[in-house]
């Protein structure tokens, strides 16, 4: 499934912090998901997503960023926060950090100073695994559980992002269901 590991990597790349105009990564993004044969509805939020990036200019989008996933604890990017507490989280994070070097994932690289739980990594994370089973298991047991409470508690903000990470959700849950 090429389709679905390009897919999970440009959405990696979409909930990093923007440094320069994404909106072509969003163009492939729904080019993927149209041939990948997703519902209108996770379509439809990514140009939604789109159509509100067209508003607002780069800086305008960073500021948003910042305000969204790095000052408001609620819709914080790093997925084990909606999981675990404390010591268990940090435990995950290291479970995560093994698994990334057992299947030669280039964590370091890809991270940029990010936790490994950061759903940018884990994207590109699900994108990059060879391993079925495991990424299937991964995301189930993990990633969705996370993205469910993220997604909730983005659904009370008007906020771009909240396309993205409604999309993201679904795209997620979709596969999960699929893979059963």
Known sequence: ????????????????????????????????????QYPEEVINEIKNF???????PLDTLQELYSYTFELVSDTTLDMGYYIHDGF???????TIKSMYR??????????????PDNLSV?????????DE???NDF?????????????RNFQTKKNAYRHLINAIYRILDKDVKETK
Not at 88 to 94: C, P, S, T, V
Not at 139 to 151: D, P, R, S
């Open 88 to 94: 268990k989280r940090a435990r995950n994070l290291l």
């Open 50 to 56: 789109r159509k509100d990036l067209d508003k607002v």
């Open 1 to 36: 499934m090429v389709l679905e590991k390009s897919l999970y990597t440009r959405l990696g790349e979409l909930v990093r912090y923007p440094k320069e105009d994404i909106r072509p990564v969003v163009d492939e993004c729904i080019d993927s998901l149209i041939k990948g």
């Open 139 to 151: 995301t189930k047991t993990f990633v969705i559980q996370a993205m469910e409470k993220l997604n």
């Open 102 to 115: 057992e299947q030669g994932f280039p964590f370091e690289d890809i991270a940029k100073g990010e936790l």
């Open 122 to 130: 884990t994207l590109q994370f699900i994108g990059f695994l060879k």
């Open 133 to 135: 089973e495991l990424r």
